[in-house]
């Protein structure tokens, strides 16, 4: 399971990140969202970070995916989505959150740089 972050608006004008699980699915990240995500409004534009960065060699790369969300209302597709995902936080995981990305940017840091 892979880790990232969130970042979405609360209540119209609070900035918000949460650490979520996500996988990838047609070009689409899937965030597996909790008790810990509101329910969003329509279409919001949201951001999603995910990176893996090694402790020793500071080597490793970020990714940063711009685009609009949306909770995945269909109940056969959030639950093929849910059975590939084994609960890691605590409390409901039922909530499936799709991001159709605009933009997608992000670094890799090698050792050549």
């Given amino acids: 399971m892979r880790f990232g972050r969130i970042m979405f608006t ?7 990140i949460r650490l979520v699980a996500h996988s990838v699915s047609d070009h689409e990240v899937i965030v597996h969202a909790g008790l810990a995500i509101p329910q969003l409004p329509d279409n919001p534009v949201v951001r999603y970070e995910a990176d893996a960065i090694d ?17 995945v209302t269909d109940t ?12 890691w936080f ?3 995981q ?20």
């Fill in 10 to 16: 609360h209540n119209a004008l609070l900035p918000a």
């Fill in 55 to 71: 402790p020793v060699s500071r080597l490793g790369w970020c990714v940063i995916v711009t685009g609009t969300g949306e909770t």
């Fill in 76 to 87: 056969d597709e959030s639950a093929r989505y849910l059975g590939q995902y084994q609960p």
């Fill in 90 to 92: 605590p409390g409901a």
């Fill in 94 to 113: 039922h909530r499936i959150i799709r991001i159709r990305p605009s933009a997608v940017t992000g670094i890799e840091v090698t050792d050549e740089q």
